[in-house]
């Protein structure tokens, strides 16, 4: 894949610098969080075809930087956007607002609560539905959907914990399909289950 221009993302030492002064600008799970996504989607990719593990991590590890700006709903996804933007990191840019969508019958659909402008709004919409999809995208949707900050868990005990949180909407219900498609997606790729590869899921879906 066309992906893995090395101009397009940090190399793994500069992604964990910049995650370390996120966290000191906006401290709080969000980070662990990050770690466990990047991880989940190394390993994940290491079992997929024309995936680059190393790419897949440092992707993962910066799908939530915008929250460095501060405690925000949706919007994390545009500021982290226009934070790797600036710094030319054209990939990180797009998967900071990938993971926050999915499409529904033709139409992007932002997940959550949408606290950024009417204008950034349409721009993330109108971006993506141009956008064409790739499995780094799928890959880092799932990987959100596998990890707390405590760990590895089952996607079921995920969504919980988000509909707990933020509420629930006509569309989450079909942003849950779209997930479980995209775990059956990996684990026809891969030939196994997810949850083979990803180690503790089952004390940190059951430990409370």
């Given amino acids: 894949m066309e992906l893995c221009n090395k101009k397009s993302v940090p190399s793994l030492e500069e992604a964990q610098s910049i ?3 996120a966290e000191k600008l906006n401290p709080g799970p969000w980070v662990n969080h990050s770690i466990y996504v990047a991880k989940a989607a190394k390993l994940i990719a290491e079992k997929t075809d ?3 593990p190393n790419l897949a991590y440092v992707l993962g590890l910066l799908h939530d930087i915008g929250r460095r700006e501060g405690i925000y709903a949706m919007r ?3 500021d982290g956007y226009n934070y790797a933007i600036n710094k030319g990191y054209d990939l990180v840019a ?3 607002l ?3 969508v999915f499409k529904y019958n033709n139409e992007v659909v932002i997940v959550g609560k949408w606290d950024g402008t009417p204008e950034e709004y349409n721009f993330v919409k109108e971006y993506l539905l141009n956008t064409e999809e790739t499995d780094y995208d799928k890959l880092i949707k799932l990987c959100d959907y596998l990890s707390l900050p405590s760990g590895f868990v089952l996607i079921e005990k995920r969504i ?3 509909a707990l949180r933020a509420g629930f909407n006509e569309y989450t219900i079909p942003r849950w399909r779209s997930t479980f498609e995209i775990k059956k997606y990996f684990e026809e790729k891969i030939g196994t289950s ?3 590869i990803l180690p503790n899921v089952k004390e940190n879906t059951f430990n409370s």
């Fill in 194 to 196: 997810i949850y083979n």
């Fill in 50 to 52: 024309n995936l680059d």
């Fill in 98 to 100: 990938s993971h926050t």
């Fill in 76 to 78: 994390h996804g545009i």
């Fill in 160 to 162: 919980v914990d988000m």
């Fill in 19 to 21: 995650l370390k002064e």
């Fill in 94 to 96: 797009r998967t900071c």
